[in-house]
């Protein structure tokens, strides 16, 4: 059964919060994507949310190529494998993309980098895929190796329960209450502590 899908602006926050809400999801998945590019060896890591009200995937966080110019951009959800991804909630790691039918050449190209090789999953909450923690041109050992992919999964699922974390944790910030556009301490470190679990387990040699 393909999981529901729902957009990133439906992830449990409160109208009056969305401004701390995108500051701090904003930060945390900037640190998704860094860990991700550094854990696997990889050119590059994005995290795509889904809008579900636009049925587009938007490139949240960027690190390594692209990262000065793709946050914000947007493609159809169905596109790709990043859209595969989203649709089916599930992992897909694929070593030779010149011959995989799933992989989007000119959508690649327009991101101005095209990878030979990438590793993807979905961010799954509460049944729902929020979207994708994509991981380009991966160390070999990342590419043939399933375990790996089993733990981007994973690390793909620690990442989206920060989201919630973050999300629930602006839902007490309400307007008027001099609440910043940066998460407080303690959420931030209740959302980070999820992840730093994970890259601590990620960091086993191959």
Do not use: H, K
């Amino acid at each position: 059964m393909t999981p529901r899908t729902e957009s990133a602006s439906a992830a449990g926050a409160a109208p009056g919060s969305v401004p701390a809400v995108v500051s701090a999801r904003r930060e945390l998945l900037q640190s998704v994507v860094d860990v991700a590019r550094a854990i696997f060896g990889a050119a590059a890591s994005s995290v795509f949310l889904l809008d579900e009200e636009a049925d587009e995937l938007v490139f949240q966080a960027v690190s390594g190529e692209g990262e000065e110019f793709l946050v914000g951009r947007r493609f159809p959800a169905g596109r790709g494998i990043a859209g595969w991804v989203a649709t089916s909630g599930e992992p897909m790691v694929v070593d030779d993309l010149t011959a995989d039918p799933s992989f989007d050449r000119s959508l690649a190209e327009s991101t101005e980098y095209v990878p030979n090789a990438l590793m993807a999953a979905p961010l799954i909450s509460d049944g729902g895929v929020l979207g994708v923690l994509e991981v380009l041109d991966p160390s070999p050992c990342a590419r043939t190796n399933l375990r790996e992919l089993d733990l981007l999964a994973m690390f793909a699922r620690q990442a989206a329960a920060a989201l919630r974390v973050v999300a629930y944790a602006a839902d007490g910030a309400g307007p008027g209450d001099g609440a910043g556009p940066r998460m407080g301490p303690r959420q931030r470190a209740d959302a980070l502590r999820l992840l730093g679990s994970l890259e601590q387990l990620l960091r086993e040699p191959c």
